[in-house]
């Protein structure tokens, strides 16, 4: 079977635990402050804070950013559900936006009719999906003519560029996850970057119990620390990640080259972000089909996400016990694709042989044979 990701961890990995391990030193250390400034340094951020995964990441980035209870959140609602979850964790309220249904990613003309839908609104919460950048030249200027505060969900897109800028440095701050399935892992992990180092200063707090000094406490904080053991694995992923982004890139424009099925519709993106295809998503209005197809040739699929944050019963839910009039919008776009998207093996460990069967797999694709 052809997986769908390869999560690899070498002997490098491994020797850096080990000798993280033999210092005793195991909670967040200097090694966490090494990775944090070479994590920095690598992509091109001022200041950076390690945190214990994305989830984390998101939440205290959102606090440290100001969000409260009852804020409004402007977000997309295809996402992992972290990228609403983290807006619930502070009590605001997501307001959805309706997504582009060629990249997957927030819709500049949807978020414009949101805010004249939502003028309160404050933040804007976007995630890069399937690492390819948003429009950032269309939602900044929305953004700032506006007065958005931007965070930027990067789960997806380590190294991602729009018009030769990382993701994560548009806006206040940017969020990353590194788990095992991202384009870098630590096993599990986060990071928040920004330009703002006083911004920065508060997440640390945030995620070590709210203290500035020992035992001093500013505000209500959490044990959102990652570790040393961690951090050792960011570090020498750090070496790794470039490569595995050029392998994913490479496999994707073998695809792109190769594959040809006019019931599969390929990914789309613009030639000013470059995309580090995290996943390698097409369109097909058969997807069942297709997924039993791959099955029978023994390759690994994924569907990422069959159903819209926005019709999730935790977020239901939560819309329900509101005090304050809120509603759930009708989103077209999302819930369509939901239906239609499947990922296929993208990732930087696939060999030629298995390039070339997925690649003869989608071409021999006929939903009526």
Request: proline share 4%; aromatic share 10%.
């Amino acid at each position: 079977m052809i997986s769908i990701a390869n999560p690899r961890i070498e002997e490098d990995e491994i020797q850096a635990v080990v000798e993280v391990m033999r210092t005793g030193q195991l909670a967040q250390g200097e090694v966490v402050q090494r990775f944090e400034d070479q994590f920095a340094a690598h992509f091109g951020y001022d200041c950076a804070s390690a945190v214990s995964n994305g989830t984390t990441a998101l939440h205290v980035a959102l606090l440290a950013a100001g969000v409260k209870r009852n804020d409004l959140v402007l977000t997309t609602p295809f996402s992992f559900i972290a990228t609403t979850n983290a807006i619930l964790y502070c009590g605001a309220i997501p307001c959805f936006v309706d997504i582009d249904g060629d990249t997957f990613n927030i819709s500049p003309e949807r978020l414009r009719e949101s805010i004249s839908k939502w003028p309160s609104a404050k933040y804007l919460l976007i995630p890069h999906l399937f690492g390819l950048a948003c429009d950032m030249g269309a939602i900044m200027a929305i953004a700032n003519l506006h007065g958005l505060i931007v965070i930027e969900d990067c789960a997806q897109a380590h190294g991602a560029l729009y018009n030769d800028q990382p993701v994560g440095s548009f806006g206040l701050a940017g969020t990353f996850s590194f788990y095992p399935t991202k384009n870098m892992t630590t096993g599990e992990g986060g990071m928040i970057v920004s330009s703002e180092l006083d911004y920065i200063r508060l997440c640390h707090t945030y995620i070590n119990h709210g203290s500035t000094e020992r035992y001093v406490h500013e505000v209500t904080g959490f044990n959102y620390r990652m570790t040393n053991m961690a951090a050792a694995i960011g570090i020498t992923q750090l070496s790794k990640i470039d490569q595995y982004n050029q392998r994913r890139k490479q496999n994707a424009r073998y695809f792109l080259d190769n594959m040809n099925n006019e019931f599969i519709r390929m990914p789309v993106f613009a030639a000013n972000a470059e995309h580090v295809f995290h996943q390698f998503t097409v369109k097909t209005e058969h997807r069942e089909a297709l997924m039993k197809h791959l099955s029978s040739r023994g390759i690994g699929y994924g569907v990422y996400y069959p159903i819209p944050i926005h019709l999730q019963k935790n977020v239901i839910d939560y819309f329900e016990g509101l005090t304050q009039t809120a509603e759930l919008p009708s989103l077209p776009v999302t819930e369509k694709v939901s239906k239609e998207v499947l990922a296929l093996p993208v990732h930087p460990h696939l060999e030629e042989y298995q390039l070339e069967q997925i690649v003869a797999a989608i071409n021999d694709f006929d939903p009526e044979s």
